[in-house]
């Protein structure tokens, strides 16, 4: 199973970008997808997650700002950006909580997608 982003990129603030993440491979389903962000010298955060019965959870920073989505049948997650701030600044990471064929629910990573916001 792998996770692929895409859609990083250098934008001003109070600009947009949108990112993706497709899962592919074999698995059974999928529950969980989100979105972190990690900076240099801190951890890593959540940004936001979606839960397959549509459950949402965002970071207080980015409420009223970043939309979390999901296309089911293509298993990719979106993260729709606005207004963004130069504090968004980071590497983004899609995350996923996969069952597999063999009936195990494993925590999968993509490589990160940077986000650079300019002032």
């Known amino acids: 199973v792998q996770l692929q982003a895409s859609g990083g990129g250098l934008v001003q603030a109070g600009g947009s970008l949108r990112l993706s993440c497709a899962a592919s491979?074999?698995?059974?389903?999928?529950?969980?997808m989100g979105w972190y962000r990690q900076v240099p010298g801190k951890e890593r955060e959540l940004v936001a997650s979606?839960?397959?019965?549509?459950?949402?959870n965002y970071a207080d920073s980015v409420k009223g700002r970043f939309t979390i989505d999901r296309d089911t049948v293509k298993s990719t997650v979106y993260l729709e950006m606005n207004n963004l701030k130069p504090e968004d600044t980071a590497v983004y990471y899609c995350?996923?909580?996969?069952?597999?064929?063999?009936?195990?629910?494993?925590?999968?990573w993509g490589k990160g997608t940077q986000v650079t916001v300019s002032s």
């Open positions: 995350n996923a909580d996969i069952v597999t064929m063999t009936d195990n629910v494993m925590d999968y």
């Open positions: 979606l839960s397959s019965d549509g459950f949402t």
């Open positions: 491979g074999n698995f059974f389903s999928i529950y969980t």
